[in-house]
C-alpha cells in the first residue's frame, strides 16, 4: 500500500511563493506518476501538475504554467511544487496524487494490470493580504 503526505500549505500574500511537499511511502515501486490536484470550496477538483516516476516528464495546467514548477526526489521519494506569483484565485486544498500501475497474473493466468489512484489528505494554501 502506497500513503502520500502533503505538507507545507499556509497563507501567503499575493504574489509570494510557497513550496508544497509530498513524500511517498509503502510500495513505491508500483507509482507511475504523482501529480498535485487543488479544490476550492464550490468547485470541482482540477489538476496542477504531473511529473512521472521513470523519466521525469512533466504536464502543467494552464493557469499555472509559468508560474509552478514540479520536481521530483527519487532518493527520498518525495515530489515537490514549487509555487511562484500566487494568486488570490490559487486559494485552494491542495492534494498530492500517486498513479498506480501494479502488473500481476489473474485468476485466468493472464498478465493484467491493475490502475488505482492514491490520494494524501491535503494541505491549505491560502492566498491573502
Known amino acids: 500500500q502506497v500513503q502520500l503526505v502533503e505538507s507545507g500549505g499556509v497563507l501567503v500574500p499575493p504574489g509570494g511563493s510557497l513550496k508544497l511537499s509530498c513524500a511517498a511511502s509503502?510500495?513505491?515501486?508500483?507509482?507511475?506518476?504523482m501529480g498535485w490536484y487543488r479544490q476550492a470550496p464550490g468547485k470541482q477538483r482540477e489538476l496542477v501538475a504531473t511529473?512521472?516516476?521513470?523519466?521525469?516528464?512533466?504536464n502543467y495546467a494552464n493557469s499555472v504554467k509559468g508560474r509552478f514548477t514540479i520536481s521530483r526526489d527519487e532518493a527520498k521519494n518525495t515530489v515537490y511544487l514549487q509555487m511562484n506569483s500566487l494568486k488570490p484565485e490559487d486559494a485552494a486544498m491542495y492534494y498530492c496524487?500517486?498513479?498506480?500501475?501494479?502488473?500481476?497474473?489473474?485468476?485466468?493466468?493472464?498478465?493484467?494490470?491493475?490502475?488505482?489512484?492514491?490520494w494524501g489528505q491535503g494541505t491549505q494554501v491560502t492566498v491573502s493580504s
Open positions: 496524487n500517486g498513479h498506480l500501475t501494479d502488473w500481476f497474473y489473474n485468476a485466468y493466468g493472464v498478465r493484467s494490470l491493475n490502475e488505482s489512484f492514491v
Open positions: 509503502g510500495s513505491i515501486f508500483s507509482l507511475h506518476a
Open positions: 511529473i512521472t516516476t521513470a523519466g521525469g516528464t512533466t
